[in-house]
């Protein structure tokens, strides 16, 4: 985050030729000579190179000839120029002839030494089956010191991916050195790294740390130790704000601050270097110490918060920037942003090429090149226009870091943000806040304890606020917009809005952006909020799209009153299913089993809700999950129930029976066994007003055998199919059931097969109509003659991103 200056209205425009642009010529040739080389071959960064020079030579001929300013320019765009024609093309040349490359397309067994360049990266995944939510693997970036490929030498200094399992791994730390084995995998193109290692184990002889890494991630463990005193969500936002530290963000409050366009708060960048630099300088110059000093004592202090926050390309790019922006201050220097930003990018993509195609790294550079170059042009028209000069900085620093990131965000994710600029205003006054506030907690913490759990609690307002924004605008309708991804959806979005900002600038197009602008308010907003298309008026029951897992919503005769049957693979979904049903009680809670897609999101559904009971079946494993389903509950103050065949429940307009299981295994066995887990699933048949709907958890072959030997009486007008369509399903059973219509709630992209092609043509040939929730979203059930009707909602959430 940047500020522009304070604003006087009579000051004259910023304009373009009012900045020193004379680096600027430089750095695009070596960013477009790095991209192309890594995108290309080397031969395309030889060729950018060269260009670059022979421009240098026309500059220059034309300085001779009395043009003196071009001279500068010149002369380092010939610098550059070479650069990028050696040191980088040869780089990328060695990168893409190493010889590590060729094992790894044939997926070869190794053994590597490696030294770790970057802090471990977690990699998140949803709970299924027996397995709990979490990080299950880290990814770890590493360069190559010796290798042993096939039992074989190799010599390698390549840059390798460590794809490693959690234990022992992410612990590791920059400038450490371990071995590591495992298979060898091709690395993605378009990179410096030569290959993947897919690690088998923990790392091997580990080598010494030095000193100030071991002192940086002591800070951050302290930090972590002391956020504590917060609740669990403010607890693992505070150090991804304040270091970029995200090991303990909660992976739904992460998906919210994307959603709404705030993820680059929990990313170490400009904004975090602007600020503490900023609070030192401003201390200093309290106590009348002269800038060449304050500059002195603020670079000792960027250079101890670079160290802490390690060695990410944001960082590396905001602390040169940072570090040149000091240097014009100590060197009496002013509006030195721009220059300090072109240096930058020459310095680290010369020290590392790879960062030409890193995203992190193109939006933080674009970012800032947008608020120093358009922002405080757009904040001086509107204070033209009569708007107070402090709301229009705030205005003006969001909108033009939106129109200058969004072409790149659009490439990269497929995805447009259309709440992003408002969720950064309401965000901007308290992030200086909570990030001095986190520094001071930092840094204080280790010495005195309880002055840093003061500073912590300060930042707590902060953070509940920020969590608060992105969650309301992760909410909001149409918060997140489908765009074509890759090259062609950034060059789709570059041209759609240069074309929105060119037509703004004309009277005419501004009133008639203004009369569209009103007329989606006052057709748009009605239909949206007075006559919403969802839920569908008489609506008995809902299957939530909570991706590879289960939630179904029964609704009772009382409008907001609705029991739940699962909670789907983590928080967040089936909040938002509820949100939209408008559900604000929950008599019942029922768990058909204690599988992780099952209970995953059981938090969530209390948030702003009251809810009267959770009820589960006999089964009590997996362990973890009994635990974690007690632990909730008990600290909700709700009872936990146990349901037992033959049961019968009833509310208002809804009745549920309860079937089975009829057999439940002893726990020991049912932990070795996730099968006999799901076969333990509670079976509950609904009556509503649209007819009898069985749901069956994940009941597979023997449980589906022991209900059909019992006699049960299974028929329903609507099936909520077993186990998300899996194979496991008897025909017999089905055909018992006798639906007229079926749901099957099921992830996009899972990797199970999930639903079974057999499954699926069973039920065809049985004639019944299925509505999978992977295709159509939430998918509703409502009462019709002369029988149930199914109706989908149509906005399913897309596959997982790794």
Request: net charge positive; with cysteine.
């Amino acid at each position: 985050m940047s500020t522009t200056p304070g604003l006087d209205p009579d000051r004259p425009v910023s304009t373009w030729r009012s900045h020193d642009l004379r680096l600027v010529p430089a750095a695009l040739t070596l960013w477009a000579a790095a991209l192309t080389g890594l995108l290309w071959g080397w031969w395309s960064a030889l060729a950018c190179g060269a260009a670059g020079v022979a421009l240098s030579i026309g500059l220059l001929r034309s300085a001779r000839r009395g043009r003196p300013r071009r001279f500068a320019v010149a002369a380092v765009l010939l610098l550059c120029g070479l650069v990028a024609a050696g040191p980088v093309a040869l780089r990328i040349h060695d990168s893409a002839t190493d010889p590590v490359r060729e094992p790894a397309v044939h997926g070869t067994p190794a053994v590597l030494r490696v030294m770790i360049t970057e802090r471990p990266r977690p990699v998140r995944s949803a709970g299924y089956a027996d397995q709990q939510a979490g990080t299950r693997s880290v990814v770890v970036a590493a360069r190559i010191e010796t290798a042993e490929v096939d039992g074989r030498p190799l010599a390698s200094t390549a840059r390798v991916l460590l794809l490693a399992p959690v234990p022992g791994w992410p612990a590791v730390l920059p400038g450490q050195s371990v071995t590591a084995s495992g298979r060898l995998a091709p690395a993605r193109g378009a990179e410096l790294t030569a290959a993947v290692l897919s690690v088998r184990g923990p790392p091997a002889d580990a080598g010494d740390v030095p000193w100030w890494q071991r002192s940086a991630e002591s800070l951050r463990a302290g930090l972590r130790e002391l956020c504590a005193v917060l609740p669990e969500e403010p607890a693992g936002l505070l150090p991804g704000l304040v270091v970029g530290d995200t090991s303990t963000l909660s992976p739904r409050v992460e998906r919210e601050f994307t959603a709404s366009g705030m993820s680059h708060l929990n990313a170490v960048s400009g904004g975090n270097v602007a600020i503490v630099c900023g609070a030192v300088l401003l201390m200093l110059r309290a106590f009348k110490i002269g800038p060449r000093t304050s500059a002195a004592a603020a670079g000792l202090c960027l250079l101890g918060f670079l160290v802490l926050a390690g060695p990410a390309p944001s960082v590396l790019r905001a602390g040169v920037m940072g570090g040149v922006g000091l240097l014009a201050l100590a060197l009496g220097r002013k509006g030195s942003a721009l220059p300090a930003l072109a240096a930058a990018v020459c310095a680290l993509i010369a020290c590392d090429p790879a960062m030409a195609v890193d995203f992190g790294f193109a939006l933080s550079v674009v970012a800032t090149a947008g608020l120093v170059l358009i922002a405080p042009c757009w904040a001086e028209a509107m204070v033209r226009r009569g708007v107070p000069p402090g709301f229009a900085e705030g205005l003006a620093v969001p909108l033009a870091a939106f129109v200058v990131t969004a072409p790149i965000i659009a490439g990269m994710a497929g995805t447009v943000s259309l709440v992003s600029v408002v969720t950064n205003v309401l965000a901007a006054p308290v992030v200086a806040p909570v990030t001095v506030f986190g520094v001071l907690a930092t840094v204080t913490g280790p010495w005195w304890p309880d002055a840093g759990r003061l500073f912590v609690r300060l930042s707590g307002p902060e953070t509940r606020w920020l969590i608060t924004v992105a969650r309301q605008g992760a909410k909001a309708p149409g918060a997140v917009v489908a765009w074509p991804g890759g090259w062609w959806g950034g060059l789709l979005a570059v041209a759609a809005l240069a074309g929105l900002v060119v037509a703004v600038r004309r009277r005419r197009f501004r009133l008639m952006l203004a009369v569209l602008l009103a007329g989606a308010l006052l057709v748009v907003v009605p239909v949206k909020v007075l006559a919403p298309a969802w839920p569908p008026a008489g609506w008995a029951a809902v299957a939530c799209d909570v991706g590879q897992g289960d939630a179904v919503v029964l609704a009772t005769a009382e409008p907001g009153r609705a029991v739940v049957i699962d909670t789907g693979p983590e928080p967040g979904p089936v909040d938002e299913c509820l949100s939209r049903l408008g559900v604000d009680r929950i008599p019942l809670l029922v768990l058909s089993h204690l599988h992780a897609d099952h209970i995953g999101g059981l938090e969530s559904v209390f948030e702003g809700r009251s809810v009267g009971a959770v009820a589960v079946g006999a089964g009590r494993a997996p362990g973890w999950a009994w635990r974690q389903v007690a632990e909730v509950t008990g600290r909700e103050g709700v009872p936990l129930l146990e349901l037992d065949a033959g049961q019968r429940l009833s509310w208002p307009g809804l009745t549920l029976e309860v079937l089975g299981p009829r057999y439940v295994p002893a726990r020991a066995a049912a932990e070795q066994d996730g099968t006999m887990i799901n076969n333990s699933s509670v079976v509950l048949r609904a009556g509503t007003p649209a007819g009898r709907i069985l749901l069956t958890g994940d009941v597979e072959l023997a449980a589906q055998a022991d209900l059909l030997s019992a006699g049960v009486d299974l028929r329903a007008e609507v099936l909520k199919v077993p186990h998300h369509g899996s194979r496991y399903s008897l025909p017999g059973f089905l055909g018992a059931v006798a639906p007229r219509a079926a749901l099957v709630s099921v992830g996009a992209g899972n990797t199970y097969g999930h639903p079974s092609k057999s499954t699926m043509d069973t039920l065809a040939a049985l004639g019944v109509p299925v509505a999978r929730t992977d295709q159509d979203g939430d998918a509703a059930v409502v009462g019709e003659a002369p029988g149930p009707a199914m109706v989908r909602r149509g906005e399913p959430r897309g596959p997982p991103r790794g």
